[in-house]
């Protein structure tokens, strides 16, 4: 299996304007810091960590809306040169997003499907003959009714607005499909409903997920594998289960006991840093319990097999963290996404596979964080 995004030592920094009024030099922060992951062919990738971590970010740069400071980015196999007007073009006619708000991502002026032809038409990749076709074709995929057609987004509920997004993405064949929580703004029947409507695509449909979100127990519903953002930093990266039953890393042990003992699913709800990220050498540093001299330097990407790959000093040493916890039985199953929907009952689709995992993860910045 071929990979459909690599992404090798991205780095990416933003100048703070806010600060800058107080520094001769405006001070950089780091939103990405030397990420690495690849996603495969057909394979859905679920990214979390706190607000800030830097998801939104990776977001961005897949569809071209921000450039990276450093590293590299690959869409089947072809870099990305992110000053060149046709890599940027090739990239977007590659990459489809679905933002969070549904709301403010639509075009008030327009109707539902005034949307999604404007998508096609902007593609240049479909006569006009043939537009009539392919809307009704994938408004039926994604569960958006003839009724809405002709409606304007106020005139829609948050998961018919999600699902016109969903449309307008599709519309034009994509490779890999950015979903940056694109549930959280939804109460949970309706977020039941499009990640049902979600999982059928991805079996109706030859394409790969990076699928962001807060909430574990959707990423554990959707995803074949899980990274886990840290100031910037990826610090674990693997099957989704391996992560849910034992988490290696100390941050993400933390977050994901916090989140079922506290039985809290979403990550924005669960407050593990009550102090800023280290400056220098480890991020989580100041914070973790099992630290050690070596914590000083950027901990390496270390594989620990079938591609579970973990920045912590601790496992190049033999040793496990303090804060280890009783392994997990089980990570509580949302009984909500469990609602079938109706209008989709009636597609035939394939069954597809989890993706296998790939070696992956962060590798020691040359560069320090600021
Ligand atoms: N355009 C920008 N200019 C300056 N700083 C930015 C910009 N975009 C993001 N940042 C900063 O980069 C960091 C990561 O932001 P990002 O939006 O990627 O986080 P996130 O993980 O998506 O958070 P959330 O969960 O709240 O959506 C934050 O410190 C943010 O303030
Ligand atoms: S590298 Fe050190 S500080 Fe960082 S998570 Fe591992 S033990 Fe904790
Ligand atoms: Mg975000």
């Given at each position: ?99 969070q708000d549904p709301v403010r991502s639509l075009n008030p002026r327009l109707t539902v499907e005034e949307i999604v032809t404007e998508a096609l038409i902007a593609s240049k990749t479909f006569p006009k003959e043939k537009y009539k076709e392919r809307i009704d ?145 480890c991020r989580y540093r100041l914070v973790c319990k099992s630290a050690f001299g070596k914590c000083h330097d950027i901990p390496p990407a270390l594989n620990l097999g079938s591609g579970h790959i973990v920045s912590c000093f601790l496992y190049e040493e033999g ?52």
């Amino acid at each position: 299996m071929t990979n459909t995004i690599d992404i090798e030592h991205l780095t990416v920094s933003f100048r703070s304007k806010r600060r800058a009024a107080l520094f001769r030099k405006s001070p950089r922060v780091k939103a990405l810091d030397d990420i690495s992951l690849h996603i495969k062919e057909g394979e859905t990738f679920g990214l979390t960590g706190e607000t800030g971590s830097g998801k939104s970010t990776l977001a961005k740069v897949l569809v071209g809306l921000y450039k990276p400071t450093s590293g590299t980015v690959r869409l089947l196999g072809k870099e990305i040169d992110f000053e060149d007007k046709n890599d940027i073009a090739y990239l977007r006619q590659n990459v489809g997003i679905v933002l969070q708000d549904p709301v403010r991502s639509l075009n008030p002026r327009l109707t539902v499907e005034e949307i999604v032809t404007e998508a096609l038409i902007a593609s240049k990749t479909f006569p006009k003959e043939k537009y009539k076709e392919r809307i009704d074709h994938i408004a039926r995929l994604v569960g958006v009714t003839k009724d809405l057609l002709p409606r304007y987004p106020r005139e829609l509920s948050g998961g018919q607005r999600q699902r016109v997004s969903l449309a307008r993405a599709l519309v034009v064949p994509k490779k890999l499909l950015v979903l940056d929580e694109p549930t959280s703004a939804l109460d949970v029947s309706i977020q039941a409903q499009v990640l049902n409507t979600l999982k059928k695509l991805k079996s109706e449909l030859d394409m790969s997920f990076l699928f962001i979100t807060h909430d574990i127990n959707v990423i554990k519903y959707v995803s074949h594998r899980l990274g886990v953002l840290f100031y910037g930093k990826l610090v674990e990266t693997g099957d989704v289960r391996d992560i849910a039953m034992a988490p290696k890393h100390p941050y993400t042990q933390k977050l994901i006991s916090n989140v079922l003992t506290l039985g809290m699913p979403s990550v924005r709800e669960v407050s593990i840093t009550e102090h800023r990220p280290a400056p220098t050498g480890c991020r989580y540093r100041l914070v973790c319990k099992s630290a050690f001299g070596k914590c000083h330097d950027i901990p390496p990407a270390l594989n620990l097999g079938s591609g579970h790959i973990v920045s912590c000093f601790l496992y190049e040493e033999g040793l496990t963290p303090l804060e280890e916890l009783a392994p997990v039985k089980a990570v509580p199953e949302r009984p909500s996404l469990a609602i079938p929907v109706p209008e989709l009952a009636t597609h035939q689709v394939p069954d597809s596979g989890p993706g296998a995992a790939s070696a992956e993860g962060t590798r020691a910045s040359p560069d320090p964080a600021p």
